[in-house]
């Protein structure tokens, strides 16, 4: 076989890295791609692919869920069965779990963190490669002053992360910081028509392509092209 057979050979072989993606709207398939227009609610886990060459996303993000939805509907057990071994799975969580009013999904800070570092020790002794991502920040001005949302719970999956020794994609501070830049009328760019936590197209890329550059600077194999 000449080399050239070899090297062609050899890279059809290669097999894609499996990334698994537990969140919510921000992270899930909310519109068909031939549907996406301007105005669509786009997940920046449909996206993921256009930033990260070699992977198969195996996206379980679901619009409305929480750390508590996942663990007691069934949907926590479901992900840790199809994951293969050597897997990275994205946490995203924190968008909906103050909602007091929904008793069957509604979590104290403390719980919170419990719960992740519940999802943590099962997704490890599965060995899979775990990554907690702060939640993408949500869009609300008043007297055109921005004031950010999900603050405490962000800082939850910073203190899991540090405490377990996991890599932290910051989404969050990223997200905030650009919102908060952009001003009330501008950041409009980066969400769903009429919505402040669905995420655009646009919206969808920036967190994409910021999670790719952090897996490079984190030095994640298999999550960041070189």
């Known amino acids: 076989m000449s080399l050239l057979a070899v090297m062609v050979a050899s890279v059809s072989a290669k097999k894609p890295v499996y990334v698994h993606i537990v969140g919510d709207e921000t992270a899930a398939e909310m519109t068909a791609m031939e549907d996406m227009n301007d105005s669509a609610a786009i997940g920046w886990g449909q996206v993921l692919r256009d930033y990260v060459s070699d992977i198969e996303v195996i996206n379980r993000a679901v619009p409305a869920t929480t750390s508590r939805a996942l663990l007691t509907q069934g949907d926590w057990n479901d992900i840790i069965a199809n994951a293969s071994r050597g897997s ?57 002053e921005y004031y950010p949302r999900h603050g405490a719970y962000a800082e939850g999956v910073r203190r899991v992360a540090q405490q377990q020794h996991l890599p932290l994609i910051d ?15 501008a950041s409009a760019v980066y969400f769903a028509a009429g919505k402040d936590v669905e995420l655009s197209e646009e919206g969808a890329r920036m967190v994409a392509r910021y999670i790719a550059e952090q897996a490079k600077e984190l030095k994640i194999k298999g999550l960041y092209t070189k």
Do not use: C, W
């Open 88 to 144: 990275i799975l994205l946490i995203q969580l924190g968008h909906h779990e103050y909602d007091e009013a929904n008793g069957q999904t509604y979590s104290t800070l403390v719980e919170f963190e419990n719960n992740l570092l519940t999802m943590v020790e099962t997704a490890q002794k599965k060995k899979l490669r775990v990554v907690l991502l702060t939640p993408t920040t949500k869009r609300f001005f008043y007297d055109n």
């Open 171 to 185: 989404v969050e501070a990223m997200s905030r910081e650009n919102v908060a830049d952009a001003g009330e009328d």
